[in-house]
C-alpha cells in the first residue's frame, strides 16, 4: 500500500471502498454459514437429547456467527466513516477556513460605521465625564453635583476619650511594653 497514494482523496476513497466491500461481503458469507449450521445442528441429535434441545443448542451457536456478522457490518459502516471524517477534517478544512474568515471580514466592514460611530460616542462621554470630575464646566448627567449632608452627632456631649483640640500622640511600643522583661 502506498501511504503517499493514501493520503489523497480518491485514495482513501479506493482504500475505503475496497474495505467496505470486503467487509460487507464477508458479513453476508458469515450470515449464510450460520443459517447452514443452525439448519445442519438443528437436525443433529446427541444423545440423551430431549424435545427441542437440538435447536436451541443450535441457535446459541449460530447467535455467535450472527454478531461476527454484525460486527463486520458494523467495520464496514467505520470504514466509510473514514472516508467522510478524512475528506471534511483534512481535505476541505482549509477551504471552510477561508470561508469562515471571509464571512467574519465582511461582517466586521459590514459593521464597521456602527462599531466607529459608537467608539466616537464612547470617547466623547469619557472626555466630557473626565472634565466635569476635574472641575472643568460643563454638565454630566452622571456625575451628582449636589452636596452631601453633613453628619450630626446624636450626643452633643463630647465622650471621655474624645479630645477637643490637637490629637494626642500616639505612645511607642516601648511606653507600652517593659523592654527589660525581654
Do not use: C
Not at 472626555?127 to 450626643?155: D, R
Request: charge should be positive.
Amino acid at each position: 500500500m502506498d501511504i503517499e497514494a493514501l493520503m489523497t482523496q480518491q485514495g482513501m476513497r479506493d482504500w475505503t471502498d475496497n474495505q467496505r466491500d470486503t467487509f460487507v461481503n464477508d458479513a453476508v458469507q458469515v450470515r449464510q454459514l450460520a443459517q447452514i449450521i443452525q439448519a445442519r445442528l438443528a437436525l443433529t441429535t446427541i444423545e440423551g437429547d430431549r424435545a427441542g434441545a437440538a435447536g436451541r443448542r443450535a441457535r446459541k451457536v449460530s447467535k455467535r456467527l450472527a454478531k461476527v456478522a454484525h460486527l463486520l457490518e458494523r467495520a464496514a459502516a467505520e470504514a466509510e466513516g473514514v472516508n467522510a471524517a478524512y475528506r471534511r477534517e483534512v481535505l476541505e478544512l482549509p477551504a471552510r477556513r477561508a470561508r469562515e474568515l471571509e464571512k467574519k471580514e465582511a461582517r466586521k466592514q459590514r459593521l464597521g460605521i456602527a462599531a466607529s460611530a459608537i467608539q466616537d460616542a464612547t470617547a466623547k462621554s469619557l472626555s466630557q465625564s473626565t472634565a466635569t470630575l476635574h472641575g472643568a464646566p460643563g454638565g454630566n448627567p452622571q456625575v451628582n453635583t449636589v452636596a452631601q449632608p453633613q453628619y450630626v452627632s446624636p450626643m452633643p456631649y463630647p465622650w471621655p476619650g474624645q479630645t477637643t483640640g490637637q490629637a494626642q500622640p500616639i505612645p511607642s511600643i516601648g511606653d507600652v511594653f517593659n523592654q527589660e522583661a525581654m
